[in-house]
């Protein structure tokens, strides 16, 4: 066959679903060696795939209204120059003027569950592109049995079109033991040990100020350690700050910002505990990321999370802040309990793996293909 994959949505400092995209693409040239593949990229994104393994076709649009542009109008005519048997759009979206047999992941619901979430051009945007392209593709990878859910709820995509695909789990995530290491990663970051961690972008579905409210009972309490959010500003934010303004906790809670790739198991390996208080998540890989560096983790029981954590993670209700308190402050004072946790996540992360990934969503594409 002959496969195309449409990179161009990946943002410069990937993230959630960029990373699924980037890990995707180069597990799929490690364990296809039959098929060929032609990667649509921005030049900034081209190094990050084989291109001996693949060839790549070059996009220049950084406008996220010049690339839907592009997607609609000359992706399809690439696609039938190049003779694509099945293009693969990673990212919500797909060319309408249908070029050939198509595959389309959705990651999450937001757009309808969390509307207020969004700036109101995105949503109106990914709202009809979301509902056209499950209509139009020929495939659909939902990324979580609880996307899947939302799509046959709110999409009312077919049935037989939906294949849940997991994240994977990059194996550079394990826990660092070298305590140099992660002293010097956190004098680097002016990160003072102890901390507990969140790994995500801040922005009102992650549900921040909750866990700064619990924190502060935690401080209130007396223990000795920091709360560090790690990540890039998102959209309307301004409740995280003011929650903390407002708490008087300025000097206990850090931002060090966004933590590429390759450093992030350093930062987790350095955490006391992990928490991720997400109101919705179509996945939730920062939780998986936690297990795999061996920080017990405390997440939501709501969409995905409990799917991803199995019970190897304490689960709280996003609204209960007292639920939240009690829960960080017992792995924090149960060293037996944090043990275990850490444990049990390292087991569990195992199960994940993006060569996984890849050879299931290469068997959608072969499904796809043979229908022609």
Same mark, same amino acid.
């Given at each position: 066959?002959?496969?195309?994959?449409?990179?161009?949505?990946?943002?410069?400092?990937?993230?959630?679903?960029?990373?699924?995209?980037?890990?995707?693409?180069?597990?799929?040239?490690?364990?296809?060696?039959?098929?060929?593949?032609?990667?649509?990229?921005?030049?900034?994104?081209?190094?990050?795939?084989?291109?001996?393994?693949?060839?790549?076709?070059?996009?220049?649009?950084?406008?996220?209204?010049?690339?839907?542009?592009?997607?609609?109008?000359?992706?399809?005519?690439?696609?039938?120059?190049?003779?694509?048997?099945?293009?693969?759009?990673?990212?919500?979206?797909?060319?309408?003027?249908?070029?050939?047999?198509?595959?389309?992941?959705?990651?999450?619901? #937001?757009?309808?569950?969390?509307?207020?979430?969004?700036?109101?051009?995105?949503?109106?945007?990914?709202?009809?592109?979301?509902?056209?392209?499950?209509?139009?593709?020929?495939?659909?990878?939902?990324?979580?049995?609880? #996307?899947?859910?939302?799509?046959?709820?709110?999409?009312?995509? +077919?049935?037989?079109?939906?294949?849940?695909?997991?994240?994977?789990?990059?194996?550079?995530?394990?826990?660092?033991?070298? +305590?140099?290491?992660?002293?010097?990663?956190?004098?680097?970051?002016?990160?003072?040990?102890?901390?507990?961690?969140?790994?995500?972008?801040?922005?009102?579905?992650?549900?921040?100020?909750?866990?700064?409210?619990?924190?502060?009972?935690?401080?209130?309490?007396?223990?000795?350690?920091?709360?560090?959010?790690?990540? #890039?500003?998102?959209?309307?934010?301004?409740?995280?700050?003011? #929650?903390?303004?407002?708490?008087?906790?300025?000097?206990?809670?850090?931002?060090?910002?966004?933590?590429?790739?390759?450093?992030?198991?350093?930062?987790?390996?350095?955490?006391?505990?992990?928490?991720?208080?997400?109101?919705?998540?179509?996945?939730?890989?920062?939780?998986?990321?936690?297990?795999?560096?061996?920080?017990?983790?405390?997440?939501?029981?709501?969409?995905?999370?409990?799917?991803?954590?199995?019970?190897?993670?304490?689960?709280?209700?996003?609204?209960?802040?007292?639920?939240?308190?009690?829960?960080?402050?017992?792995?924090?004072?149960?060293?037996?309990?944090?043990?275990?946790?850490?444990?049990?996540?390292?087991?569990?992360?195992?199960?994940?793996?993006?060569?996984?990934?890849?050879?299931?969503?290469?068997?959608?594409?072969?499904?796809?293909?043979?229908?022609?």
């Amino acid at each position: 066959m002959r496969l195309g994959i449409d990179v161009t949505a990946l943002p410069p400092q990937p993230f959630g679903a960029a990373n699924y995209i980037i890990h995707l693409v180069q597990a799929l040239l490690r364990v296809d060696t039959t098929n060929e593949y032609v990667i649509f990229s921005k030049p900034r994104h081209a190094p990050l795939f084989d291109a001996i393994r693949a060839q790549i076709v070059l996009s220049a649009f950084d406008s996220p209204l010049l690339r839907v542009l592009w997607e609609q109008t000359a992706l399809p005519i690439l696609a039938r120059q190049h003779r694509l048997d099945v293009l693969h759009s990673p990212h919500y979206t797909m060319p309408l003027a249908k070029p050939c047999r198509s595959v389309v992941t959705i990651h999450d619901l #937001t757009f309808f569950l969390y509307p207020q979430m969004h700036l109101l051009y995105k949503r109106l945007f990914f709202r009809t592109m979301m509902r056209l392209a499950t209509y139009h593709a020929d495939a659909l990878i939902a990324i979580s049995h609880s #996307t899947r859910a939302d799509m046959l709820k709110i999409l009312h995509a +077919s049935p037989d079109k939906i294949r849940v695909i997991h994240y994977g789990l990059a194996s550079h995530f394990q826990p660092v033991s070298d +305590s140099r290491v992660l002293d010097t990663f956190c004098r680097q970051y002016n990160v003072p040990r102890p901390f507990i961690l969140y790994v995500g972008n801040l922005e009102p579905r992650k549900n921040l100020p909750l866990l700064v409210r619990a924190f502060a009972r935690l401080v209130h309490n007396g223990i000795p350690h920091s709360l560090v959010l790690a990540g #890039t500003r998102g959209w309307n934010d301004n409740a995280i700050f003011t #929650t903390i303004e407002e708490l008087g906790l300025n000097a206990r809670i850090l931002f060090p910002g966004y933590i590429s790739q390759a450093e992030l198991p350093m930062l987790y390996s350095a955490a006391d505990l992990f928490v991720y208080p997400s109101l919705y998540e179509g996945f939730g890989l920062p939780v998986l990321e936690a297990m795999a560096c061996g920080v017990p983790v405390i997440t939501s029981a709501v969409s995905s999370m409990p799917e991803v954590a199995g019970d190897v993670a304490i689960l709280i209700a996003p609204d209960d802040v007292d639920a939240l308190a009690s829960a960080m402050q017992r792995v924090l004072t149960d060293r037996a309990l944090h043990a275990t946790l850490g444990a049990k996540g390292l087991a569990r992360a195992r199960m994940f793996s993006w060569e996984r990934t890849a050879q299931a969503t290469l068997d959608v594409y072969t499904r796809v293909a043979q229908h022609q």
